[in-house]
Antibody, heavy 122, light 107 residues
Framework: QVHLVESGGGLVKPGGSLRLSCAAS????????MSWIRQAPGKGLEWVSYISTSGNTIYYADSVKGRFTISRDNAKNSLYLQMSSLRAEDTAVYYC???????????????WGQGTLVTVSS | DIQMTQSPSSLSASVGDRVTITCRASQSIGSYLNWYQQIPGKAPKLLIY???SLQGGVPSRFSGSGSGTDFTLTISSLQPEDFATYYCQESYRAPYTFGQGTKLAIK
């Protein structure tokens, strides 16, 4: 079955950097768009970024544009999120999610990992 | 950006009740609307996609309807495991906004 496991979260100081990883299994990773979605403590869900199957198409939320970089390694069945210039408001659980896309158009998030917590604090 | 507004923000109901949650988009999004369930401490789970299509493995007591700007999620007969927070999400265009959530509690 589909399995997504995030790692790399932790405590980081404002202005610092962190790299999240998501290991995928149970499906052909290279066939699917992938996405990062986050949830601040006690708050709702916020889409962060998505990447196409080949990595040629990438979109970011305005709140992270220029600071976060999404990437993938299809040979390793892995998704990444490089986060830099971190702010207190980036504190959240970060989920990776598989994207069901129709004709290269992202549609819905059909499988989610369990999330990894990123805390930005001095 | 498209704004998604859910109502109510919270509600209390009893096992066996029929419950309806609404989601309104700030502009027409066709049927590009999805619903997720989140149990505390767990990852969200897809329930309904494309406004009315039931994701595989989801009980048939869940249903979705609507198009354009107004959508509903209905649970026909609440079960104990349904008490959770529900989110709508538009997939019309980035940034794929989620609603603020509706917390469903036991009365």
């Amino acid at each position: 079955q589909v399995h997504l496991v995030e790692s790399g979260g932790g405590l980081v100081k404002p202005g610092g950097s962190l790299r999240l990883s998501c290991a995928a299994s149970g499906f052909t990773f290279s066939d699917y768009y992938m996405s990062w979605i986050r949830q601040a403590p006690g708050k709702g869900l916020e889409w962060v970024s998505y990447i196409s199957t080949s990595g040629n198409t990438i979109y970011y939320a305005d709140s992270v544009k220029g600071r976060f970089t999404i990437s993938r390694d299809n040979a390793k069945n892995s998704l990444y999120l490089q986060m830099s210039s971190l702010r207190a408001e980036d504190t959240a659980v970060y989920y990776c999610a598989r994207v069901f896309a129709v004709v290269r158009r992202p549609d819905y998030f059909d499988y989610w990992g369990q999330g990894t917590l990123v805390t930005v604090s001095s | 950006d498209i704004q998604m507004t859910q109502s109510p923000s919270s509600l209390s109901a009893s096992v066996g009740d029929r419950v309806t949650i609404t989601c309104r988009a700030s502009q027409s999004i066709g049927s590009y609307l999805n619903w997720y369930q989140q149990i505390p401490g767990k990852a969200p789970k897809l329930l309904i996609y494309s406004a009315s299509s039931l994701q595989g493995g989801v009980p048939s007591r869940f249903s979705g309807s609507g198009s354009g700007t107004d959508f509903t999620l209905t649970i026909s007969s609440l079960q104990p495991e349904d008490f959770a927070t529900y989110y709508c999400q538009e997939s019309y265009r980035a940034p794929y906004t989620f609603g603020q959530g509706t917390k469903l509690a036991i009365k």
